[in-house]
């Protein structure tokens, strides 16, 4: 079953210092979790834990992808200020393996993100163990 990301609303623009709704977070995106894209046969996974390093989109590791990667504004927008949030999901790459133009549209991009965050609740991070309390 292919699970379609959600549509992103808007230009990711002005994304910096955009999150007056998060103060602290922890985002996790693990992709291609079986290694088919990668060298050494094991998944990419990139860990974000200050707000000002987030981007605003996460790159598709295959390098056939087009059109690909995740729109991680898109799974930040509902937090809600000074209140814990947590979220998990596991998307498809909306990429296809065409030509970079569009014109001739390749197979769908068969890379998955598997997407967690956790924000304004730094009890429960998982990612950061060398912060304050260990
Ligand atoms: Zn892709």
Redesign the pocket.
């Known amino acids: 079953m292919k699970t379609p990301q959600p549509f992103f609303p808007r230009t990711p623009t002005t994304f910096q210092g955009r999150f007056p709704n998060i103060t602290t977070c922890e985002i996790r995106i693990e992709q291609d979790r079986y290694g088919n894209h990668s060298r050494d046969g094991k998944s990419t996974i990139d860990v974000y834990t200050e707000k000002r390093t987030l981007p605003a989109q996460v790159t ?3 390098r056939q ?1 087009n059109r ?2 995740l729109a991680l504004e898109w799974y930040l927008d509902p937090i809600k200020k000074d209140e814990p949030y947590y979220y998990q999901g596991e998307f498809f ?3 296809d393996e065409g030509t970079p133009a569009g014109r001739k549209k390749g197979d769908s ?1 068969d ?1 998955q993100f598997l997407v967690e965050v956790r924000a304004n609740d730094p009890s429960s991070y998982k990612y950061q163990r060398d912060t304050e309390g260990l």
């Open positions: 598709c590791v295959n992808c690909g990667g790459c909306n990429g991009c890379n």
